[in-house]
């Protein structure tokens, strides 16, 4: 399985900018996608995710302002952020996280993160 995000970049304040991530490889079922961002000196936290059947979550930080989307491929599954109205506070590194089925069990697997950057 690998999952590579992308769509990172330096944006002002009011910007927006679109991550993307696809999942591949021998995936027998996908029960969730999330985003994550590690900000300096920060943990990290859930920003975004979406489940199996489409509910949402947001952090309350990035609602109103963040959209999170899925699509399924042939042998592949995508997961975007459309984040609109960035804000200096959410510069960070953003990871995707995909909670799925394998033929060795269920677990959790990241890319490898993608810079946002928002300039006041």
């Known amino acids: 399985v690998q999952v590579v995000d992308s769509g990172g970049g330096l944006v002002q304040s009011g910007g927006s900018l679109r991550l993307s991530c696809v999942a591949s490889?021998?995936?027998?079922?996908?029960?969730?996608m999330d985003w994550h961002r590690r900000a300096p000196g920060k943990e990290r936290e859930l920003v975004a995710s979406?489940?199996?059947?489409?509910?949402?979550?947001?952090v309350d930080s990035v609602k109103d302002r963040f959209s999170i989307s899925r699509r399924t491929g042939v042998a592949e599954y995508n997961v975007y952020l459309q984040m609109n109205n960035l804000k200096p506070e959410d510069t960070a590194v953003y990871y995707c996280g995909v909670d799925l089925q394998t033929y060795t069990g269920r677990g959790t697997y990241w890319g490898q993160g993608t810079q946002v950057t928002v300039s006041s």
């Open positions: 979406i489940s199996e059947n489409g509910t949402t979550y947001y």
């Open positions: 490889g021998i995936i027998f079922n996908i029960n969730a």
